[in-house]
């Protein structure tokens, strides 16, 4: 995997943690009711919850990709097609003032983070969606293993800054405000790496 394709999908994977959603509202939730520490707990068990759906993803597609390149194709196609309809879900999405303030769990920290990764159904689809673009037949073990630790790690430390930030310097009032902007930015950047790679298929 070359430097060019591997930043094309840790920024995808980045945009996918800063999406606001149940996790986002966790994380926050977790840091301001309980501690900072609380909140950093959950992100670093969210991140686990999101390397267990890559390993699954990765390995399922690795053998899809070795019976049968038609339906891998097809696959390839239909999630860039969804990256495009999620890219104007979040455009076209209606705020939600309530989202972060009102979603909450009650269980421990670290089970919170990872339950909320482990029960999202869109997270599976999402890394289908992610992976069929970049996975390759002839992927090494190191480049399989990195794109399993990518998302990993960034799903924590972002979850993780965010744990610090909500705790210190105000956040959650800067996301309250600006959530609806970034969301449709988030969609914007989503459908515009949606189209590079659907560039990358019919030009490949």
């Known amino acids: 995997m070359t ?33 900072r520490i609380s909140g950093i707990i959950s992100a670093i068990a969210h991140g686990l919850g999101i390397c267990v759906y890559a390993t699954v993803t990765v390995i ?15 696959i390839q196609i239909c999630g860039s ?14 705020n939600n003032e309530n989202q972060i303030e009102t979603y909450q769990i ?9 339950i909320i990764a482990i029960i999202n159904p869109k997270i599976l689809i999402w890394f289908t969606a992610i992976y069929s673009q970049f996975i390759d037949i002839n992927a090494s073990l190191t480049n399989k293993t990195i794109l399993v630790l990518t998302p990993t790690i960034i ?3 972002w979850y993780s800054v965010v744990a610090i930030l909500v705790t210190g310097y105000g956040l959650k009032e800067i996301l309250d405000k600006r959530k609806f902007i970034i969301q449709k930015i988030i969609g914007l950047l989503l459908i515009l790496i949606a189209f590079s790679l ?7």
């Not at 399922?60 to 097809?74: A, D, Q, R, V």
């Open 60 to 74: 399922i597609l690795e053998f899809i990709l070795k019976n049968s390149k038609t339906i891998f194709l097809t």
């Open 106 to 114: 009650h269980s421990n920290s670290f089970a919170q983070g990872f």
């Open 198 to 204: 659907i560039y990358s298929l019919i030009s490949f």
């Open 3 to 35: 430097f060019f394709l591997w930043s094309q999908f840790a920024i995808v994977c980045l945009l996918g943690a800063m999406s606001p959603g149940p996790s986002l509202a966790l994380i926050i939730r977790n840091s301001i009711s309980f501690n």
């Open 81 to 94: 097609l969804f990256l495009i309809i999620l890219g104007l879900i979040f455009i076209f999405k209606k």
């Open 155 to 157: 799903d924590a430390i």
